[in-house]
């Protein structure tokens, strides 16, 4: 009904228009409505502002907000973290590396870096490639890549701390190339 109300209003009116899907629910019930319902309507270029309403802490309501920015390409600030699904092909265990990865993540949210956590040899490669730090699961290990490159074998109990390893250096890196002199000053 959201969705059908404001592509009707949309076609007769040029208003800036508030998007939100009321009583959406949960965090788990309502990230889907309100990722469907915004999202849908973002990509068609309907909207200029965004409520996401969740039965949560108001955070929950503005991290799932900025994802479905983040996610249309509308938002380009902050973490970006991919898993692939878990398939017959992965040879380490994904959901659980997937999960503690980004919990583990969740202090850099807004720093802007992009990691892939893949599980097997055949499409973990190009994805981790892709990613400014992946992984890439093989049988018991996991190469951790950097900006496109191998940078890492190890162990599969190992892949988290290697992988957190380098999201750090990453990270300060970053911090640092932010505060080196530019040729202006």
């Known amino acids: 009904m959201m969705i059908e109300a404001y592509r009707l209003l949309a076609d007769k009116v040029d208003y800036p228009f508030h998007l939100g899907v009321t009583e ?17 309507l973002l990509a068609e270029g309907i909207g200029d502002t965004i409520r996401v309403s969740l039965a949560a802490d108001p955070v929950e309501e503005v991290r799932v907000g900025i994802e479905i920015l983040k996610s249309l390409g509308l938002r380009k600030q902050g973490m970006t973290f991919v898993a692939c699904p878990s398939c017959g092909r992965a040879d380490v ?31 973990g490669p190009g ?27 190890v162990a599969e109990p190992q892949i988290v701390e290697a992988l957190m390893e380098e999201v750090e250096k990453l990270v300060a890196e970053k911090e640092a190339a932010k505060g080196a002199p530019t040729i202006d000053d």
């Open 24 to 40: 959406a629910g949960t965090p788990t019930m309502g990230t889907i409505k309100s990722t469907v319902g915004i999202g849908a």
């Open 93 to 123: 265990d994904l959901v659980a590396l997937a999960e503690e990865v980004e919990a583990r993540m969740r202090p850099y949210t807004d720093k802007n870096i992009h990691v892939a956590v893949m599980g097997c040899e055949v499409n």
């Open 127 to 153: 994805e981790a490639r892709a990613a400014d730090i992946g992984v890439a699961g093989g049988k018991g290990i996991g190469l951790i890549f950097k900006k496109g490159n191998v940078i890492r074998k």
